[in-house]
């Protein structure tokens, strides 16, 4: 959903707005936490860069009465490499929980529940090769509503879930490899405000095939501070389920994030309640800066 901004990106797009080409590289870290939406842009060749997190979840099934409750942890690698727009991602979540039936005998589980391996390409990015006219006589004029905000960046995303045979969180009938894919849609509007959409399809060619869609707004309060607010659904023959996530994130430094964020669906049947903390950080070491032109081929 980049850093939070998907996120802080206002800040930078104040830089890009001026140039008719750019590279995926911000001087700021862009992170997809603490949603759990992908952003459009990527992080740039050769660097490398990990955000991660652990919650606590609570789950009530009306269904028997149990509650299952426990830790995860969540693991993003991004690596962008060959082409600036082009990022490898693997996505894990190792979770630990108690499985408890009232009257009878609870069950504790652990193990890697979910492991995605894909790639991320950003296909079409509204700002390039686009300069913007700054009125250097008024800050109102800068700031007025502009159609142009409308037309979000563009990426696709596909890869593969891969599941160990001994995973406790996937029926034995849903086998252990199955392909996913996703369009990505940003939008950026004056005032700070940033707008990532997901489209996703996802365990293709199985009988638990799920289809779904995560919307993400991002609001930056200051260089530091963003909140956001994210709407997921998701939709198979087996569970359908809406949650709705909140949270903030800071700016430590550069190139680290830290944030924290809060969920909860709305399933008649299940109750689900989930909180936790996560960090982002990336390096840049052996990242060289893009050579910028402008139309004349005049070095910038």
């Known amino acids: 959903m980049q850093i939070l901004y998907k996120h802080y990106f206002w800040l930078v797009l104040a830089v890009f707005g001026t140039q008719s080409v750019y590279s995926q590289y911000t001087d700021i870290i862009n992170s997809n936490r603490p949603g759990e939406s992908f952003a459009a842009f990527s992080v740039g060749k050769t660097v490398v860069q990990t955000e991660g997190g652990i ?38 979540q190792y979770r630990m929980d108690t499985y408890e039936i009232p009257g009878g005998d609870s069950s504790s589980r652990n193990g890697l529940k979910n492991s995605a391996l894909g790639f991320k390409y950003l296909v079409y990015d509204p700002f390039k090769n686009y300069e913007e006219k700054v009125n250097l006589y008024s ?6 509503f502009k159609w142009r905000q409308f037309v979000p960046a563009v990426a696709v995303y596909g890869g593969v879930n891969l599941y160990l045979l001994d995973n406790p969180y996937i029926s034995k009938d849903e086998g252990y490899l199955s392909p996913k894919g996703m369009i990505i849609l940003q939008n ?25 869609g995560i919307f993400t707004t991002t609001k930056s309060f200051d260089e530091r501070w963003s909140g956001f607010l994210e709407f997921q659904g998701y939709k ?9 996530r909140g949270g903030a994130a800071y700016l430590f430094s550069d190139n680290i ?20 903390i996560g960090i982002s950080w990336r390096s840049t070491v ?10 004349d081929g005049v070095k910038k």
């Open 55 to 92: 919650s606590y979840i609570n789950e009530k099934h009306d269904a028997n009465d149990a509650e299952i409750s426990g830790f995860y942890v969540d693991l993003d690698i991004r690596l962008g490499f060959w082409k600036e727009e082009l990022e490898f991602i693997a996505d894990l």
């Open 188 to 212: 950026h509007f004056t005032g700070g405000w940033v707008f990532v959409t997901n489209l996703l399809v996802d365990k293709i060619g199985t009988d638990y095939m799920t289809f779904g």
């Open 139 to 144: 800050w109102k004029a800068n700031q007025k």
């Open 257 to 276: 994030q830290l944030d924290i964020s809060i969920g909860k669906n709305f399933r008649d049947s299940t109750d689900v309640l989930y909180g936790g």
């Open 236 to 244: 198979s023959d087996y569970y359908n389920d809406i949650i709705l």
């Open 286 to 295: 052996n990242y060289q800066d893009i050579k910028l032109f402008k139309d």
